[in-house]
């Protein structure tokens, strides 16, 4: 679970901003609410970030992007760092961007934070977080280490961390070495961590075995939501008549290693023996006779591809042994409202004390902006400055804010902040 996240000098936030998923103590909606006994706290289960258009809430969702992406990636020895400063400050433009984490893994809470320039990684730090105390495991300033003294000894660390370029993290480089120390920290970025742009492609892991749990619950859920669904199918397909890669077979068959998979778009290309073989994910439409007839996903409406798109992660979200955290950017973008509103309510309805799946999303849609379905603490907004700074707040922050309050009507009527300013006939209109 994410606990908090904090970015400074990036792209639209010059300044540095948190945001929290740690509960506040308002009662509403408190049975949902994931109680960490070993802390003493409460974590949130989800958190919407409103905002008008070009207020941030992509450049927000690009920081936890980028830094999962030095994690688990990493750079190459003569990459530039791919880091994105603000540049309507001069002020600013020689400064490292800086990012920072906490995370929950299994019952322990770490810190970890990294600040980097285009050509080097200036700060870099892992800390355990206990109840009354923090316990610094590494922290990296220049080309000192500083390990925690349980772990200073260790060559074999000495060794792996003097292998460390500048251009790259030490927990990317130390898990690429085969150290197992940091790698639960390592992995919780690489498998936990599913973040979900508008145009990322379906996710489930299953496609297209058709005898898989997953595969049949998409099937028995599409006919629910008004698609014109009635199931899900696959069929197999020359891997040259896949547009992309019709010149490029002899490449793939070097990529992919024997027995795995590479998913592209709607298609799994598949290893095996030597050959490539591919499927293709396919819809099915009932006629008047009763006969199924066979679409191709592309002939499908933009909306039901992206219910498509999302529906692996809510049903890995209302996995009650998951913990897994989803971070979806427009969540909104193509779907109706209502159904918006249902994935959610689907998913808040399965969430206990216990629960430690999270999802964050951003959004236009203000019909969600209810505390029927949010709590306050529950609900972010983002705001540009005139001078193209993002401020980051919670709903929260506002102590006049009502638990029965008509939010939507109040964030509308600019009470809130977060909405456009439009010049209308020559005058700004809020």
């Not at 688990?72 to 961007?97: A, C, E, H, M, Y």
């Not at 508008?198 to 075995?209: M, R």
């Not at 199931?231 to 077979?249: H, M, Q, W």
């Not at 509308?412 to 209308?424: A, D, N, V």
Request: proline letters at 3%.
């Amino acid at each position: 679970m994410i606990i908090s996240f904090t970015v400074e000098n990036w792209m639209s936030f010059r300044d540095r901003v948190t945001f929290s998923m740690v509960a506040s103590k308002e009662k509403q909606h408190n049975d949902r609410v994931a109680k960490i006994a070993k802390y003493k706290t409460k974590v949130l289960p989800i958190a919407a970030i409103y905002g008008g258009n070009a207020s941030g809430k992509t450049n927000f969702f690009k920081a936890l992007s980028f830094m999962k992406r030095m994690v688990v990636i990493g750079t190459r020895p003569d990459d530039i760092i791919p880091v994105k400063i603000f540049r309507l400050d001069d002020g600013v433009l020689n400064k490292p961007s800086s990012f920072l984490i906490e995370i929950l893994i299994d019952d322990d809470i770490y810190e970890y934070s990294f600040s980097v320039t285009p050509y080097a990684v200036v700060e870099e730090k892992l800390v355990l977080i206990n109840r009354a105390s923090e316990r610094i495991l590494y922290h990296r300033i220049g080309i000192k280490p500083n390990f925690d003294k349980s772990i200073d000894k260790d060559e074999y660390l000495q060794f792996a961390f003097r292998g460390t370029r500048d251009n790259q993290l030490f927990l990317n480089n130390s898990v690429s070495q085969k150290l197992e120390i940091f790698r639960p920290i390592y992995n919780w970025f690489k498998e936990s961590l599913v973040l979900i742009a508008p145009d990322s492609p379906f996710g489930f892991e299953d496609f297209p075995y058709e005898e898989s749990h997953f595969y049949a619950t998409m099937s028995e859920i599409l006919p629910l939501l008004d698609t014109g669904i009635i199931r899900l199918g696959s069929e197999d397909i020359s891997v040259d008549n896949i547009p992309v890669f019709e010149k490029s077979t002899s490449i793939l068959r070097e990529i992919i290693k024997e027995g795995n998979s590479l998913r592209f778009d709607r298609f799994i290309i598949t290893k095996k023996n030597g050959e490539l073989s591919a499927k293709k994910l396919n819809t099915y439409h009932p006629k008047e006779n009763g006969q199924d007839v066979e679409f191709e996903i592309r002939d499908e409406s933009d909306g039901t591809q992206r219910i498509i798109d999302l529906l692996p992660a809510f049903l890995e979200l209302s996995n009650l042994k998951s913990k897994q955290v989803y971070f979806i950017d427009e969540i909104d973008r193509s779907l109706h409202t209502l159904l918006t509103r249902k994935l959610l309510e689907s998913y808040l309805n399965r969430c206990a004390n216990d629960t430690r799946t999270q999802l964050i999303l951003t959004t236009h849609d203000v019909l969600l902006m209810d505390q029927n379905l949010l709590r306050r603490d529950e609900m972010w907004v983002t705001e540009r400055e005139l001078s193209g700074n993002t401020k980051l707040y919670s709903f929260s922050e506002y102590k006049d804010l009502r638990y029965d309050k008509d939010i939507q009507k109040s964030y509308l009527q600019g009470r809130l902040g977060g909405i456009p300013r439009i010049l209308l006939h020559g005058k700004l209109k809020e």
